[in-house]
Nanobody, 124 residues
């Protein structure tokens, strides 16, 4: 299973970005829950959001709830993370990852397959 994250870039505070995660090589994309995990310099990685495979249930960490929206399009084998009202503290490398745990996981260790990461920089 291969994941390709894209959509990062430089944006001013208050701006928006949409990250995409294209998945290939999977028997069936809808078997996998997808997570977005970020790591900022000098900080621990954290699972920002995840979306389940079976019921599309979602999870967000408190710091992004209400600003970020995760979604998936099983017909396109792609997951998305819409990020609005971005703040400088959102600056990080964002990775998408896949797990067979149906509801996803809040632990990065639970994800079996990872994309290469895309850099998001929020700065004026």
């Amino acid at each position: 299973v291969q994941l390709q994250a894209s959509g990062g870039g430089l944006v001013q505070p208050g701006g928006s970005l949409r990250l995409s995660c294209a998945v290939s090589g999977a028997t069936s994309f809808d078997y996998y829950a997808i997570g977005w995990i970020r790591q900022a310099p000098g900080k621990e990685r954290e699972v920002v959001s995840c979306i389940g495979s079976s019921d599309g249930s979602t999870f967000y960490i408190d710091s992004v709830r209400g600003r970020f929206t995760i979604s998936r399009d099983d017909a396109k084998n792609t997951a998305y993370l819409q990020m609005n009202s971005l703040k400088p503290e959102d600056t990080a490398v964002y990775y998408c990852a896949a797990t067979r745990l149906s509801t996803g996981s809040r632990s990065g260790n639970s994800y079996n397959y990872w994309g290469q990461g895309t850099l998001v920089t929020v700065s004026s």
